[in-house]
Protein backbone atom coordinates (compact mmCIF):
# COMPACT_ATOMS: atom_id res chain seq x y z
CA UNK A 1 0.00 0.00 0.00
CA UNK A 2 1.19 3.36 -1.05
CA UNK A 3 2.82 5.63 1.66
CA UNK A 4 3.46 8.82 0.33
CA UNK A 5 2.70 12.62 1.97
CA UNK A 6 2.03 15.51 0.78
CA UNK A 7 4.66 18.79 2.02
CA UNK A 8 3.29 21.19 -0.46
CA UNK A 9 0.65 21.18 -2.95
CA UNK A 10 3.00 20.04 -5.52
CA UNK A 11 6.05 18.15 -3.43
CA UNK A 12 5.53 15.03 -1.87
CA UNK A 13 7.69 12.57 0.57
CA UNK A 14 7.91 9.06 -1.17
CA UNK A 15 10.32 7.55 1.05
CA UNK A 16 10.02 4.77 3.15
CA UNK A 17 11.58 3.98 6.72
CA UNK A 18 14.02 0.67 7.94
CA UNK A 19 13.59 -0.50 11.62
CA UNK A 20 14.93 -3.92 10.83
CA UNK A 21 18.45 -3.00 9.99
CA UNK A 22 21.00 -3.33 12.93
CA UNK A 23 24.08 -1.76 11.32
CA UNK A 24 23.83 1.54 8.68
CA UNK A 25 26.19 1.00 6.45
CA UNK A 26 26.96 -2.50 8.30
CA UNK A 27 28.85 -0.53 11.27
CA UNK A 28 26.57 2.15 13.15
CA UNK A 29 23.80 0.42 15.28
CA UNK A 30 20.53 2.59 14.61
CA UNK A 31 18.06 1.01 17.50
CA UNK A 32 15.48 3.74 16.06
CA UNK A 33 15.63 2.40 12.45
CA UNK A 34 16.28 5.16 9.67
CA UNK A 35 14.93 6.51 7.07
CA UNK A 36 15.20 7.02 3.40
CA UNK A 37 13.78 10.10 1.94
CA UNK A 38 13.40 10.53 -1.40
CA UNK A 39 11.13 13.09 -3.23
CA UNK A 40 8.34 13.71 -6.33
CA UNK A 41 7.84 17.51 -7.54
CA UNK A 42 4.28 16.95 -9.37
CA UNK A 43 4.95 20.59 -11.40
CA UNK A 44 3.96 20.79 -15.39
CA UNK A 45 6.97 18.47 -15.44
CA UNK A 46 7.49 15.71 -12.91
CA UNK A 47 10.68 15.42 -11.26
CA UNK A 48 11.90 12.58 -8.60
CA UNK A 49 14.56 13.76 -6.50
CA UNK A 50 16.59 10.67 -5.09
CA UNK A 51 15.54 7.12 -4.71
CA UNK A 52 16.22 4.90 -1.73
CA UNK A 53 17.69 1.96 -0.53
CA UNK A 54 16.91 -1.20 -1.41
CA UNK A 55 15.13 -1.93 1.87
CA UNK A 56 12.00 -0.01 1.13
CA UNK A 57 12.13 0.17 -2.42
CA UNK A 58 8.59 -2.15 -3.24
CA UNK A 59 7.18 0.75 -1.21
CA UNK A 60 8.94 3.68 -2.61
CA UNK A 61 8.18 2.38 -6.10
CA UNK A 62 4.26 1.86 -5.05
CA UNK A 63 4.47 5.58 -3.63
CA UNK A 64 6.01 6.54 -7.12
CA UNK A 65 3.38 5.13 -9.34
CA UNK A 66 0.38 6.26 -7.25
CA UNK A 67 1.74 9.58 -7.59
CA UNK A 68 2.62 9.28 -10.94
CA UNK A 69 -0.68 7.54 -12.41
CA UNK A 70 -1.04 8.38 -15.97
CA UNK A 71 1.50 10.90 -16.29
CA UNK A 72 5.08 9.97 -17.28
CA UNK A 73 8.34 10.64 -14.95
CA UNK A 74 10.03 13.68 -17.15
CA UNK A 75 13.39 14.00 -14.61
CA UNK A 76 14.76 11.92 -11.79
CA UNK A 77 17.58 14.24 -9.88
CA UNK A 78 20.25 12.06 -8.40
CA UNK A 79 21.78 14.23 -5.74
CA UNK A 80 23.53 11.34 -3.98
CA UNK A 81 24.61 7.93 -5.79
CA UNK A 82 25.01 6.14 -2.69
CA UNK A 83 23.16 3.21 -2.76
CA UNK A 84 21.03 3.92 -0.07
CA UNK A 85 19.71 6.43 -1.68
CA UNK A 86 20.23 4.91 -5.60
CA UNK A 87 19.68 1.10 -4.85
CA UNK A 88 15.86 2.10 -6.78
CA UNK A 89 17.33 4.01 -9.86
CA UNK A 90 17.82 1.02 -12.13
CA UNK A 91 14.55 -0.70 -11.28
CA UNK A 92 13.21 3.87 -12.11
CA UNK A 93 15.07 3.80 -15.50
CA UNK A 94 13.83 0.43 -16.54
CA UNK A 95 10.07 1.72 -15.61
CA UNK A 96 10.54 5.13 -17.20
CA UNK A 97 12.47 5.03 -19.77
CA UNK A 98 11.74 8.43 -20.81
CA UNK A 99 12.80 9.80 -17.67
CA UNK A 100 15.92 12.51 -18.05
CA UNK A 101 18.32 12.11 -15.31
CA UNK A 102 19.60 14.99 -14.38
CA UNK A 103 23.35 14.73 -12.44
CA UNK A 104 27.25 15.44 -12.04
CA UNK A 105 29.45 14.12 -14.23
CA UNK A 106 30.69 11.66 -11.33
CA UNK A 107 27.62 10.87 -10.27
CA UNK A 108 26.76 9.65 -13.96
CA UNK A 109 29.69 7.52 -13.93
CA UNK A 110 28.80 5.73 -10.80
CA UNK A 111 25.47 5.51 -12.10
CA UNK A 112 27.33 3.06 -15.11
CA UNK A 113 29.62 1.41 -12.28
CA UNK A 114 26.50 0.46 -9.85
CA UNK A 115 24.40 -0.80 -12.62
CA UNK A 116 26.05 -1.03 -15.75
CA UNK A 117 25.11 0.61 -19.43
CA UNK A 118 22.04 1.93 -19.77
CA UNK A 119 22.31 1.96 -23.55
CA UNK A 120 19.16 4.23 -24.15
CA UNK A 121 19.73 6.31 -20.53
CA UNK A 122 19.10 9.92 -21.35
CA UNK A 123 21.19 12.09 -19.39
CA UNK A 124 21.79 15.75 -18.39
CA UNK A 125 24.79 16.48 -16.60
CA UNK A 126 25.02 20.04 -14.62
CA UNK A 127 27.40 22.14 -12.69
CA UNK A 128 27.32 24.51 -10.17
CA UNK A 129 24.68 27.24 -10.84
CA UNK A 130 22.76 25.77 -13.85
CA UNK A 131 19.13 25.55 -13.41
CA UNK A 132 16.17 23.52 -14.90
CA UNK A 133 12.46 25.05 -15.30
CA UNK A 134 9.81 22.72 -14.73
CA UNK A 135 6.88 24.78 -15.04
CA UNK A 136 6.00 27.21 -11.77
CA UNK A 137 9.52 26.02 -10.14
CA UNK A 138 13.09 26.46 -11.40
CA UNK A 139 15.51 24.22 -9.81
CA UNK A 140 19.11 25.02 -8.78
CA UNK A 141 22.24 23.20 -8.57
CA UNK A 142 25.06 23.57 -5.85
CA UNK A 143 27.62 21.47 -6.18
CA UNK A 144 28.39 20.00 -2.54
CA UNK A 145 31.49 17.85 -3.20
CA UNK A 146 32.70 15.73 0.07
CA UNK A 147 29.54 16.49 1.58
CA UNK A 148 30.24 12.78 2.46
CA UNK A 149 31.07 11.46 -1.22
CA UNK A 150 32.83 12.61 -4.56
CA UNK A 151 29.65 13.61 -6.75
CA UNK A 152 27.13 15.07 -4.36
CA UNK A 153 24.94 18.27 -4.86
CA UNK A 154 22.31 19.33 -3.32
CA UNK A 155 19.33 21.14 -5.40
CA UNK A 156 17.75 24.87 -4.56
CA UNK A 157 14.27 25.35 -5.42
CA UNK A 158 13.75 29.04 -5.84
CA UNK A 159 9.74 28.52 -6.26
CA UNK A 160 8.81 27.43 -2.52
CA UNK A 161 12.70 28.16 -1.35
CA UNK A 162 13.37 24.77 -0.73
CA UNK A 163 16.81 22.84 -0.37
CA UNK A 164 17.20 19.30 -1.23
CA UNK A 165 19.75 19.02 0.93
CA UNK A 166 21.38 15.15 0.19
CA UNK A 167 22.56 13.31 3.28
CA UNK A 168 23.71 16.89 4.98
CA UNK A 169 21.15 17.90 7.85
CA UNK A 170 19.79 13.80 7.95
CA UNK A 171 19.16 12.11 10.96
CA UNK A 172 19.10 8.30 11.95
CA UNK A 173 16.13 7.27 13.36
CA UNK A 174 12.82 6.24 11.57
CA UNK A 175 9.89 8.58 10.75
CA UNK A 176 7.16 7.42 12.85
CA UNK A 177 4.37 9.23 10.90
CA UNK A 178 5.07 13.00 12.13
CA UNK A 179 7.10 14.15 8.85
CA UNK A 180 8.28 17.55 10.05
CA UNK A 181 10.96 18.23 12.88
CA UNK A 182 9.03 20.81 14.41
CA UNK A 183 6.12 18.05 14.96
CA UNK A 184 8.73 15.73 16.93
CA UNK A 185 10.56 16.36 20.14
CA UNK A 186 14.05 16.85 18.29
CA UNK A 187 16.26 18.51 20.61
CA UNK A 188 15.38 15.75 23.82
CA UNK A 189 14.79 12.88 21.58
CA UNK A 190 16.32 13.04 18.03
CA UNK A 191 19.41 15.34 18.23
CA UNK A 192 21.74 12.62 19.46
CA UNK A 193 20.99 10.56 16.83
CA UNK A 194 21.53 13.26 14.17
CA UNK A 195 25.16 13.74 15.96
CA UNK A 196 26.02 10.78 15.68
CA UNK A 197 24.75 10.47 12.56
CA UNK A 198 26.55 14.18 11.40
CA UNK A 199 30.00 13.21 13.29
CA UNK A 200 30.21 9.62 12.04
CA UNK A 201 29.08 9.90 9.01
CA UNK A 202 29.70 13.24 7.62
CA UNK A 203 32.43 14.53 10.09
CA UNK A 204 35.54 14.04 8.46
CA UNK A 205 34.25 16.38 5.85
CA UNK A 206 34.13 19.61 8.36
CA UNK A 207 35.94 22.15 5.49
CA UNK A 208 33.48 20.98 2.62
CA UNK A 209 30.33 20.85 4.77
CA UNK A 210 31.41 24.82 5.52
CA UNK A 211 31.66 25.58 2.24
CA UNK A 212 28.20 24.19 1.25
CA UNK A 213 27.11 26.22 4.61
CA UNK A 214 28.75 29.18 2.99
CA UNK A 215 26.56 28.47 -0.43
CA UNK A 216 23.52 28.23 1.52
CA UNK A 217 23.92 31.18 3.40
CA UNK A 218 23.27 33.07 0.05
CA UNK A 219 19.88 31.43 -0.64
CA UNK A 220 16.54 32.27 1.17
CA UNK A 221 15.69 28.90 2.95
CA UNK A 222 12.19 27.87 4.38
CA UNK A 223 12.54 24.39 4.29
CA UNK A 224 15.14 21.59 4.19
CA UNK A 225 14.50 18.29 2.99
CA UNK A 226 17.11 15.81 3.72
CA UNK A 227 17.65 12.04 2.27
CA UNK A 228 17.59 10.81 6.12
CA UNK A 229 14.90 12.11 8.96
CA UNK A 230 12.51 14.85 9.76
CA UNK A 231 12.10 17.81 6.88
CA UNK A 232 13.02 21.19 8.49
CA UNK A 233 10.43 24.14 7.97
CA UNK A 234 11.16 26.24 11.54
CA UNK A 235 13.84 26.55 13.40
CA UNK A 236 16.40 26.08 10.67
CA UNK A 237 18.56 28.71 12.05
CA UNK A 238 19.08 26.27 14.74
CA UNK A 239 19.68 23.29 13.29
CA UNK A 240 22.47 25.23 11.12
CA UNK A 241 24.17 26.30 14.04
CA UNK A 242 24.29 23.10 15.41
CA UNK A 243 26.28 21.99 11.76
CA UNK A 244 28.37 25.07 12.11
CA UNK A 245 29.77 23.68 15.47
CA UNK A 246 30.58 20.14 13.92
CA UNK A 247 31.46 21.01 11.05
CA UNK A 248 34.07 24.04 12.56
CA UNK A 249 35.07 21.25 14.95
CA UNK A 250 34.05 23.42 17.95
CA UNK A 251 32.79 22.15 21.04
CA UNK A 252 29.13 22.36 21.37
CA UNK A 253 29.90 23.10 25.18
CA UNK A 254 31.91 22.97 28.10
CA UNK A 255 31.61 19.60 28.86
CA UNK A 256 33.89 16.95 30.00
CA UNK A 257 33.98 13.33 28.51
CA UNK A 258 36.07 10.54 30.32
CA UNK A 259 36.29 7.42 28.61
CA UNK A 260 38.42 4.51 30.06
CA UNK A 261 39.48 1.32 28.81
CA UNK A 262 40.32 -1.13 32.01
CA UNK A 263 40.58 -4.92 32.04
CA UNK A 264 40.09 -5.74 36.35
CA UNK A 265 38.87 -2.64 37.21
CA UNK A 266 41.42 -0.37 38.84
CA UNK A 267 41.28 2.04 35.65
CA UNK A 268 38.05 2.20 36.25
CA UNK A 269 38.33 2.73 39.45
CA UNK A 270 41.02 5.85 38.85
CA UNK A 271 38.77 7.44 36.51
CA UNK A 272 35.39 7.13 38.69
CA UNK A 273 37.91 8.88 41.52
CA UNK A 274 39.13 11.30 38.57
CA UNK A 275 34.87 12.43 37.44
CA UNK A 276 34.51 12.42 41.76
CA UNK A 277 37.28 14.72 42.00
CA UNK A 278 35.64 17.11 39.18
CA UNK A 279 32.07 16.94 40.77
CA UNK A 280 33.89 18.14 43.55
CA UNK A 281 34.73 21.11 42.30
CA UNK A 282 31.56 22.01 40.91
CA UNK A 283 32.10 20.44 37.44
CA UNK A 284 28.03 19.35 36.45
CA UNK A 285 27.28 16.70 33.88
CA UNK A 286 30.31 14.95 33.29
CA UNK A 287 30.15 11.73 31.55
CA UNK A 288 31.96 8.09 32.27
CA UNK A 289 32.34 5.78 29.84
CA UNK A 290 33.72 2.42 29.52
CA UNK A 291 35.33 2.36 25.49
CA UNK A 292 34.48 -1.89 26.09
CA UNK A 293 31.06 -1.25 26.01
CA UNK A 294 30.12 1.85 24.63
CA UNK A 295 30.07 2.27 20.85
CA UNK A 296 32.83 4.51 19.34
CA UNK A 297 30.35 5.82 17.46
CA UNK A 298 28.24 7.06 20.37
CA UNK A 299 32.09 8.19 21.66
CA UNK A 300 32.65 9.92 18.44
CA UNK A 301 29.32 11.86 18.79
CA UNK A 302 30.23 12.43 22.21
CA UNK A 303 33.88 13.92 21.52
CA UNK A 304 32.20 16.36 19.23
CA UNK A 305 30.34 17.48 21.59
CA UNK A 306 32.25 18.03 24.77
CA UNK A 307 35.48 20.68 25.08
CA UNK A 308 37.23 18.25 27.09
CA UNK A 309 38.33 14.44 26.79
CA UNK A 310 39.91 12.94 29.15
CA UNK A 311 41.35 9.13 28.11
CA UNK A 312 42.70 6.44 31.36
CA UNK A 313 44.12 3.58 29.31
CA UNK A 314 45.48 0.13 30.42
CA UNK A 315 48.85 -1.07 28.67
CA UNK A 316 47.47 -4.07 26.62
CA UNK A 317 50.53 -6.32 25.06
CA UNK A 318 52.90 -2.56 25.06
CA UNK A 319 50.05 -1.03 23.59
CA UNK A 320 46.61 0.59 24.25
CA UNK A 321 43.72 -1.34 25.49
CA UNK A 322 41.95 -2.27 22.36
CA UNK A 323 38.70 -0.81 22.80
CA UNK A 324 40.14 2.48 23.83
CA UNK A 325 42.73 2.64 20.74
CA UNK A 326 39.84 2.08 18.31
CA UNK A 327 38.22 5.01 19.50
CA UNK A 328 41.36 7.63 20.22
CA UNK A 329 41.84 6.03 15.50
CA UNK A 330 37.89 6.88 15.08
CA UNK A 331 38.70 10.27 16.43
CA UNK A 332 41.54 10.68 14.29
CA UNK A 333 39.85 9.14 11.24
CA UNK A 334 37.01 11.98 11.69
CA UNK A 335 39.67 14.63 12.00
CA UNK A 336 38.53 15.92 15.73
CA UNK A 337 40.48 18.69 16.39
CA UNK A 338 40.54 21.45 18.85
CA UNK A 339 40.04 19.61 22.32
CA UNK A 340 41.66 19.66 25.92
CA UNK A 341 42.89 16.60 27.23
CA UNK A 342 43.66 14.40 29.96
CA UNK A 343 45.56 11.29 30.29
CA UNK A 344 46.01 8.33 32.66
CA UNK A 345 47.44 5.43 31.71
CA UNK A 346 48.11 1.79 33.55
CA UNK A 347 50.09 -1.31 33.53
CA UNK A 348 52.10 -3.63 36.09
CA UNK A 349 55.55 -3.74 34.29
CA UNK A 350 56.13 -1.20 31.91
CA UNK A 351 52.81 0.78 30.84
CA UNK A 352 53.11 2.58 27.13
CA UNK A 353 50.07 3.34 26.71
CA UNK A 354 49.84 7.03 27.58
CA UNK A 355 52.77 8.00 25.82
CA UNK A 356 51.05 5.97 22.95
CA UNK A 357 47.58 7.66 23.16
CA UNK A 358 50.01 10.67 23.77
CA UNK A 359 51.14 9.80 20.23
CA UNK A 360 48.15 9.47 18.66
CA UNK A 361 46.02 12.56 19.77
CA UNK A 362 49.72 14.98 19.00
CA UNK A 363 49.05 13.69 15.70
CA UNK A 364 45.80 15.85 15.07
CA UNK A 365 45.12 19.24 15.05
CA UNK A 366 45.33 21.50 18.52
CA UNK A 367 45.05 19.38 21.33
CA UNK A 368 45.89 20.58 24.33
CA UNK A 369 47.35 17.89 26.52
CA UNK A 370 47.11 18.86 30.30
CA UNK A 371 49.42 18.31 32.97
CA UNK A 372 50.03 16.08 35.27
CA UNK A 373 49.79 13.01 32.83
CA UNK A 374 49.13 10.27 35.76
CA UNK A 375 50.75 6.90 35.23
CA UNK A 376 49.22 3.97 37.79
CA UNK A 377 51.64 0.61 38.37
CA UNK A 378 48.34 -2.01 38.82
CA UNK A 379 46.54 0.06 41.25
CA UNK A 380 45.92 4.38 42.33
CA UNK A 381 47.76 4.52 45.39
CA UNK A 382 46.77 7.17 48.10
CA UNK A 383 50.26 8.84 46.85
CA UNK A 384 48.92 9.70 43.67
CA UNK A 385 45.92 11.48 45.38
CA UNK A 386 47.80 15.05 44.54
CA UNK A 387 48.67 14.39 41.23
CA UNK A 388 44.71 13.10 40.57
CA UNK A 389 43.57 16.25 42.25
CA UNK A 390 46.49 17.88 40.09
CA UNK A 391 45.11 16.56 36.87
CA UNK A 392 40.99 17.51 38.26
CA UNK A 393 42.40 21.25 39.04
CA UNK A 394 43.73 21.72 35.81
CA UNK A 395 40.77 20.30 34.06
CA UNK A 396 38.57 22.84 35.73
CA UNK A 397 40.42 25.54 35.72
CA UNK A 398 40.48 24.98 31.84
CA UNK A 399 36.69 24.91 31.42
C1 LIG B 1 46.48 -9.24 27.74
C2 LIG B 1 47.15 -8.31 28.68
C3 LIG B 1 48.29 -7.66 28.28
C4 LIG B 1 48.95 -6.77 29.14
N1 LIG B 1 50.05 -6.14 28.71
C5 LIG B 1 50.71 -5.31 29.54
C6 LIG B 1 51.88 -4.65 29.13
O1 LIG B 1 52.33 -4.77 28.01
N2 LIG B 1 52.52 -3.85 30.01
C7 LIG B 1 52.06 -3.69 31.28
O2 LIG B 1 52.68 -2.97 32.05
N3 LIG B 1 50.93 -4.30 31.69
C8 LIG B 1 50.25 -5.10 30.86
N4 LIG B 1 49.11 -5.74 31.26
C9 LIG B 1 48.69 -5.56 32.63
C10 LIG B 1 47.66 -4.46 32.80
O3 LIG B 1 47.91 -3.37 32.01
C11 LIG B 1 47.75 -4.03 34.25
O4 LIG B 1 47.52 -5.13 35.10
C12 LIG B 1 46.79 -2.91 34.58
O5 LIG B 1 46.99 -2.57 35.92
C13 LIG B 1 45.38 -3.32 34.36
O6 LIG B 1 44.52 -2.26 34.71
P1 LIG B 1 43.00 -2.56 35.00
O7 LIG B 1 42.89 -3.04 36.41
O8 LIG B 1 42.33 -1.27 34.77
O9 LIG B 1 42.59 -3.59 34.04
C14 LIG B 1 48.44 -6.57 30.42
C15 LIG B 1 47.27 -7.21 30.82
C16 LIG B 1 46.61 -8.07 29.95
C17 LIG B 1 45.35 -8.72 30.39
Same mark, same amino acid.
Request: glycine share 12%.
Given at each position: MYQHRAITEDLYWIGGNDR???????VYPIPRGVSYNAYLLMDEKTVLLDTVDKSVSDVFLENLEHLLGERQLDYVIVNHMEPDHCAALGQVLHRYPEAVVVCTQKALDMIGQFFGAFPALRSQTVKEGDTLTTGRHTLSFVMAPMVHWPEVMVTYDAADKILFSADAFGTFGALG +????????PFESQWLEDARRYYTNI? +??YGPQVQALLKKAASLEIQMLCPLHGPIWRENIGWFLDKYMHWSSYTPEESAVMIAYGSVYGNTEAAAFLLASRLAERGVRNVLLYDVSVTHPSLLVAEAFRCSHLIFASATYNAGIFPCMETLLLELKAHSLKNRTIGLLDNGTWAATAGNQMRTVLESMQNMTILEPVIHIKSALTEAQLPELDALADAVAASL
Open positions: RLALFEN +GNLFADEIV +GK
